[in-house]
Nanobody
Framework: QLQLVESGGGLVQPGGSLRLSCVAS????????IGWFRQVSGKEREGISC????????SLADSVKGRFTISRDNAKNTVYLQMASLKPEDTAVYYC????????????????????WGQGTQVTVSS
């Protein structure tokens, strides 16, 4: 059974940076495409980024394009979300999720396709 654990969240000032990590255990992360999502209490979960199993395909939501970067190190069973130029509206609980894909180079920013989810890490952007 694949398990995902996010870390790296915290309190940061506007304009600051954070790097979130998503570490997998139980199965090889290389078998899965990974997505990052965020959710504010009372609102729908928002897909913000994804990366394919083979790393070649990535996608970013317009709300974070130019500020966030997704990457993965399959040897370390870890996916990263580098966040820069953070804004108060980036405040949310951030989740990583995994889905086994048939094609090596595909990923999706739709929450409904993902089968495995982490517990989330809180990111708060405030002065």
């Amino acid at each position: 059974q694949l398990q995902l654990v996010e870390s790296g969240g915290g309190l940061v000032q506007p304009g600051g940076s954070l790097r979130l990590s998503c570490v997998a255990s139980g199965r090889a992360l290389a078998d899965y495409a990974i997505g990052w999502f965020r959710q504010v209490s009372g609102k729908e979960r928002e897909g913000i980024s994804c990366i394919s199993r083979g790393k070649s395909v990535t996608s970013l939501a317009d709300s974070v394009k130019g500020r966030f970067t997704i990457s993965r190190d399959n040897a370390k069973n870890t996916v990263y979300l580098q966040m820069a130029s953070l804004k108060p509206e980036d405040t949310a609980v951030y989740y990583c999720a995994a889905v086994s894909t048939w094609r090596e180079e595909e990923c999706h920013i739709s929450a409904h396709v993902y089968k495995h989810w982490g517990q989330g890490t809180q990111v708060t952007v405030s002065s």
